[in-house]
């Protein structure tokens, strides 16, 4: 496996996309590095499934989840970095920080017996360091160049037979969705022309191995310029890091992020793609499990904005501590 910096990471995006090579490329949280592979190599690092491609090879393994201990940060921990941001927020320096926090478990599978059970829209397997099932499109983009994003922004326990709608509801989570489809829909204007919201604030319901989730999203396309597959370096470079999973603006949040989280998010909330040589599709890396060399630790968190409140986003962190499982 060959760690490359983000220069030559985009690099080789181009140069591949201009000949048409498939190929399949990871990033790490904030675009620092990342890995590339062209498709159908016989010695492969990242191992994937998505609805439409895949490389790792089908298993019958049959073995139950039946041991998930989760061991969250303490709720005062948690608090001290969701202080910094609130302080952060309250001085006008971020108007939405995706705040996160590590859980430690303990599970009767490995992450390779994880990434097969699981249920997704993409799996993201890289032996030996993490598993990924994410429910979260970063960006597609068409043959004919129509690039499209749908961020995630929005979760609510579905036992609760009013959940859809006090979801749909709730100011604090409107102003949050407001503004990711806000950040993104400039994040697309920097690369594409005609840049809409087709859909917002659609939901979906999750099945997981503790409960089943409801969450928003919303759909905004655009179209890139003929040419566009010599440019996928550039236009993932511009794009980076992901705006659901760092916040509005971009680049003083994420400064805000490294102080306030305290750890090293690492591959996790980076972005994982693929090109077959006529088009993309991506995932934000969330739903993550990655081992330590010390045991498993699911990454996870949520937005953060003034209407905040740190108990009920302590919870929703827990929440998303889950497999998807049907």
Request: hydrophobic share 35%; glycine share 8%.
């Amino acid at each position: 496996m060959k760690i490359l910096d983000a220069g030559r990471l985009f690099t080789e995006m181009n140069e591949l996309g201009r000949s048409g090579q498939p190929f399949v490329f990871l990033t790490d949280a904030f675009a620092e590095k990342g890995i590339i592979e062209p498709v159908g190599q016989p010695e492969c690092s990242i191992w994937y499934k998505t609805s439409r491609n895949g490389n790792m090879p089908e298993s019958d393994y049959a073995k139950p989840l039946t041991v998930w201990d989760i061991q969250p940060v303490s709720p005062e921990l948690y608090t001290k970095g969701f202080r910094v941001v609130m302080d952060h927020i309250l001085r006008g320096d971020t108007f939405l920080l995706n705040y996160t926090q590590p859980t430690r478990i303990n599970a009767n599978l490995s992450l390779k017996e994880l990434f097969h059970i699981s249920k997704a829209r993409y799996k993201i397997h890289l032996p030996g360091v993490f598993t990924c099932f994410s429910p979260e499109t970063f960006i597609t983009i068409s043959e004919d160049g129509v690039i499209s994003s749908h961020p995630m922004k929005g979760t609510a326990d579905a036992t609760d037979p009013d959940a859809e709608t006090l979801l749909l509801e709730d100011s604090k989570e409107i102003a949050e969705h407001h503004t990711i489809v806000d950040l993104i829909r400039n994040d697309l204007s920097r690369v594409a022309d005609e840049v809409t919201v087709e859909r917002f604030r659609y939901t979906e319901r999750l099945h997981t191995n503790r409960r089943d989730l409801i969450q928003v999203s919303s759909a905004i396309t655009g179209k890139l310029k003929d040419g566009w597959k010599g440019r996928l370096g550039d236009i993932f470079r511009e794009l980076l890091p992901a705006g659901s999973v760092t916040g509005a603006p971009k680049p003083k949040t994420v400064e805000i992020i490294r102080k306030a989280e305290n750890y090293d998010r690492g591959w996790y909330t980076g972005v994982f793609g693929i090109f077959d040589g006529k088009t993309v599709d991506s995932a934000v890396m969330i739903r993550f499990v990655e081992d330590t060399g010390n045991g498993l630790v699911f990454k996870s968190g949520g937005g953060i904005t003034f209407q905040s409140d740190a108990r009920s986003e302590y919870d929703e962190m827990i929440k998303k501590v889950y497999v998807p499982v049907a």
